[in-house]
């Protein structure tokens, strides 16, 4: 089986692609339709921790690859 790809992207979310599952907080595995997640970077999204592009209407600015914590 081949390893998930994770991508920073930049001015972006954190791309994962490929096989895994999804966990939730209380332990739960939930199954997802697409073969790829988006993960919020910019702290912004109203459904965190997923990306819903609302990173372009705030204008979040980070380089490929690099993480923020705030």
Not at 22 to 46: F, I, M, T
């Amino acid at each position: 089986m081949s390893e998930p790809n994770i991508q920073l992207m930049e001015n972006g979310p954190i791309l994962i692609k490929g096989p895994g599952k999804y966990v939730n907080a209380e332990g739960q595995e939930e199954q997802k339709d697409q073969n790829w997640l988006a993960l919020c970077r910019c702290g912004h999204s109203p459904i965190h921790p997923f990306c819903d592009g609302t990173h372009k209407e705030k204008g979040f600015e980070a380089a490929k690859g690099e993480i923020h914590t705030s």
